[in-house]
């Protein structure tokens, strides 16, 4: 469907406590789900639906409202302190957060609710159940995947397994990413007849084969691997599976800004690693660069690593394979579901490098192959993963819960 044609303008809420949709319009350290929140926003707004995303306000001099483009406004809630914390301290300001939401709703109350992370959902269960209005909810990850995972690392509130199940059992529709995550709700109790899988989005326009292409170094191949730099992502499976790759470099895309970059922790111990292996002269780390430049790095490499030790989703494989480049992925998450072994790319065990050297070998030889699933991941992106697609199969769980709503 396109603008003005729809049976039904919506006012939508998108509830995004701490991911802001403004961060993800240059911050270089912005997430996935800042990115995902905006994109979604805009493109439910393409299709002649009107979107307001409240989102926590983290500094004094933010605006009570900004507008991001036409049709989606901003509202910054106040709730805790106006300065950045980290989201892991936030869950002791969602009841503030949940009063804002009731205020601003009494008067001018949305068609339907979209939160987005558990602690959002915990905010948006408490005012839709007071004020009778239909929640749809995204996780964008799930804290009994984080525990298993990171066990006594995990920083989470000790409530917040606890709290998500009630947040899928609370509200009308879960909206899960990927087929992995159903299975994980599953075993959480949660009704899989709540649950639809509509996959995150990316930007088919930005993200192309065609444009400029970065500087690549002095070696016959390169690798790259693109995300936040925190030891789950596994970079430092990738600098353990160069020792088995010669005349390749690998670039590491990330973390702070480059004149930061060595006061970095994690860039600290990945550099120790790549010393202790012998590859320290053939591992390069940019820092966090602006979203702008990413299509030109993911257009140099040979091949996209995506070695997480696990992934709700991830939306680097999707940025890769939008910009002709093979990924060689862990499988595990929502990767099971994006990337086509062996069509678009390679799925391998998390935690293995010589398995990762394997599969990147195997591409890096084969300039056929290589381009064989850089074509085919441009394919797989467009007829699947544009925002437009994405935001009607959103919209359709809107229409749904509306329809299913007793009047």
């Not at 693109?226 to 990330?254: C, F, H, M, N, Q």
């Not at 391998?348 to 010589?354: E, K, L, M, Q, S």
């Amino acid at each position: 469907m396109t603008p003005g044609t729809h049976a039904q303008q919506l006012s939508i809420a998108l509830v995004s406590e701490h991911a802001s949709p403004l961060a993800a319009l240059g911050g270089v350290d912005a997430g996935g789900q800042n990115v995902h929140v905006a994109r979604l926003a805009g493109a439910l707004a393409d299709r002649g639906h009107r979107v307001t995303v409240y989102t926590r306000r983290d500094s004094a001099d933010a605006p009570d409202t900004v507008p991001l483009r036409p049709g989606v406004q901003v509202r910054h809630v106040t709730a805790g302190p106006a300065e950045h914390l980290p989201k892991d301290r936030l869950l002791p300001y969602m009841p503030a957060f949940s009063r804002f939401l009731a205020e601003d709703w009494r008067s001018r109350p949305p068609d339907v609710v979209h939160s987005h992370f558990w602690m959002s959902g915990v905010a948006a269960l408490r005012t839709t159940r007071l004020l009778g209005l239909p929640l749809a909810h995204t996780y964008h990850a799930l804290g009994t995947v984080k525990r298993r995972h990171q066990k006594d690392a995990d920083t989470s509130p000790p409530s917040r397994i606890r709290l998500e199940t009630r947040v899928g059992r609370g509200c009308q529709r879960i909206i899960a990413t990927c087929r992995d995550e159903v299975a994980e709700l599953r075993r959480m109790d949660i009704p899989e007849s709540s649950v639809r899988v509509v996959p995150c989005g990316v930007d088919t326009s930005h993200f192309t084969p065609d444009g400029a292409v970065a500087r690549r170094g002095p070696y016959s191949h390169q690798l790259l691997q693109l995300g936040r730099l925190v030891p789950r992502k596994g970079a430092a499976v990738s600098v353990a599976a160069l020792a088995l790759l010669p005349d390749t470099e690998l670039v590491i895309v990330g973390g702070p800004p480059a004149d930061r970059i060595d006061e970095d922790d994690e860039v600290r111990r990945l550099r120790a690693l790549a010393l202790s292996a012998g590859v320290a002269d053939r591992v390069r780390f940019t820092g966090g660069v602006p979203p702008t430049d990413v299509p030109a790095l993911l257009r140099a490499a040979d091949v996209v690593l995506c070695p997480a030790d696990y992934e709700p989703f991830g939306i680097v494989p999707l940025e890769a394979m939008a910009c002709g480049t093979p990924v060689v992925a862990s499988a595990v998450g929502g990767q099971l579901d994006t990337v086509w072994d062996p069509g678009t790319g390679r799925l391998v065990p998390p935690g293995d490098p010589r398995a990762l050297a394997r599969a990147a070998a195997g591409l890096l030889v084969d300039r056929e192959a290589r381009l064989a699933c850089g074509a085919a991941g441009r394919r797989r992106v467009v007829t699947r993963y544009g925002w437009d697609r994405v935001a009607g199969a959103t919209e359709e769980v809107y229409l749904d819960v509306l329809h299913r709503r007793p009047s």
